[in-house]
Structure formats: structure tokens, C-alpha cells
């Protein structure tokens, strides 16, 4: 009797394993800006309500795994949304939001297909209205360990760029900074920081920018 209660215990966590395993097929490199601070005070913050940040960039790379047995390890997929008010406000309601998807050119048809559904998946209804489909060299670079990252790229052709850096003692404005806003995708660890470039040159949203030295961003990791 106890050597099956063994074997069904054993069972039991083999299965366990298994599913926790296919929920986390895949991983990688997240990083997300938008036209409002995510680090700042409520002073501040309130202050951008319904002028700003309805606009955001989404970048993801995979590092390792698969999307519905369709490989993605090494390719990269980025979102730019332009919503009809300020992302994470509890008050406004920003959708139907507009969204172009760029997608790594060096990805096959049906790997093209499968980045655009999981950033789709990842970013909920942000992408659902997708009015624009580009393909373009995007390179993905991020700089630091052990979860702190001093800074990343984002560089999706001549479409749209992220460059990033860690908060540091100059970036404290009125000194109750906190993460008000939470990242606008699923993620596993995450950290704010500072745009040093914030950049959407394409079309399809009506809308373009640049922007520089906001503490508008989102760096970090995601698994699923």
C-alpha cells in the first residue's frame, strides 16, 4: 500500500512539473515606455491625466522557447499604442486602443504569425485593434544582472527606438516617488526606469514622438 501511495505521489508531482513546464514555454527580455511617468508622485501624476500617456511601446525578445510548437527562441516583436486615454487610469477608460506590431524580419511566415499572437496574448486588449503590420531588423540589447538592469535598446529599423537607464539620485523630483502605474504586460520581474529615448517615427496610429528623459519605462523579464 505505501510503495503505490509512493508511486501515485511521484506521479502526482510528474504532472505537476509538466504543467508548470508548458505554462512557461517561453521567456526573455521585456521592455515597455509610455508618454507618462510610471515612477513619479501622485503630484506629478496627476498632473499627466488625460495629456499624456496614452501613448507606448511594448518590446519583447525571446530567449528561449516556443509559441503553440511554433519556435521563437532568439526573435524579437514590438507593439506601439496609441489609446484614447492615459494608460493605467483607473478613472478613463483608454480602449479601443490602436496598435502597429513590428515584427523581426529574420522570422518566417509562420513565425511572423505567432510573434504578433503572442504579444497579443502578453499585452491583452492594447494589441487587439491592430491596424499595422511592419517588418523590420529589431535588435534587442540589455545591460546588468542578477535582475538590475543599468540600461537597454530597443531598435526596431527606423520605426521606433527605447534606450534606457537605471534611476539614480538626480532623478528624485519631489521626493515621493513611487511605481504608480504597474508595467502594461505580463511580467516575471520588473523594474522602472528612466527613457533616455522614447521614439515612434512609423504610421498607422496618426501619431508620432520623441521623447527624452521621462521615468516612463518598464524593464524586466517575462515567462509564461
Not at 125 to 141: G, H, M, Q, S, Y
Not at 205 to 219: E, I, M, N
Amino acid at each position: 500500500m505505501r510503495r503505490m501511495m509512493f508511486i501515485a505521489a511521484l506521479a502526482l508531482v510528474a504532472v505537476t512539473l509538466g504543467s508548470t513546464g508548458q505554462a512557461q514555454s517561453i521567456s526573455g527580455d521585456y521592455i515597455e515606455t509610455r508618454s507618462a511617468d510610471v515612477w513619479t508622485g501622485s503630484c506629478v501624476a496627476n498632473g499627466e491625466v488625460n495629456l499624456a500617456g496614452d501613448q507606448a511601446i511594448l518590446a519583447w525578445r525571446v530567449t528561449k522557447g516556443e509559441w503553440k510548437g511554433v519556435s521563437l527562441e532568439g526573435l524579437s516583436v514590438v507593439g506601439v499604442v496609441k489609446a484614447n486615454a492615459t494608460l493605467g487610469d483607473q478613472y478613463n477608460n483608454p480602449y479601443p486602443a490602436n496598435a502597429v506590431v513590428i515584427v523581426d524580419e529574420r522570422a518566417c511566415p509562420e513565425q511572423q504569425k505567432a510573434l504578433v499572437e503572442f504579444a497579443q496574448s502578453m499585452a491583452g486588449k492594447l494589441l487587439d485593434n491592430v491596424v499595422r503590420i511592419d517588418l523590420a531588423p529589431i535588435k534587442i540589447e540589455v545591460t546588468g544582472h542578477d535582475g538590475h538592469y543599468s540600461k537597454t535598446l530597443v531598435q526596431a529599423g527606423k520605426l521606433a527606438g527605447i534606450q534606457t537607464r537605471s534611476i539614480g539620485g538626480n532623478d528624485h523630483l519631489c521626493g515621493n516617488e513611487e511605481v504608480y502605474y504597474q508595467p502594461l504586460a505580463e511580467m516575471t520581474h520588473s523594474m522602472p526606469a528612466v527613457a533616455e529615448l522614447d521614439q515612434y517615427q512609423g504610421s498607422g496610429l496618426g501619431v508620432s514622438w520623441t521623447t527624452h528623459g521621462k521615468r516612463s519605462a518598464f524593464v524586466g523579464s517575462f515567462a509564461r
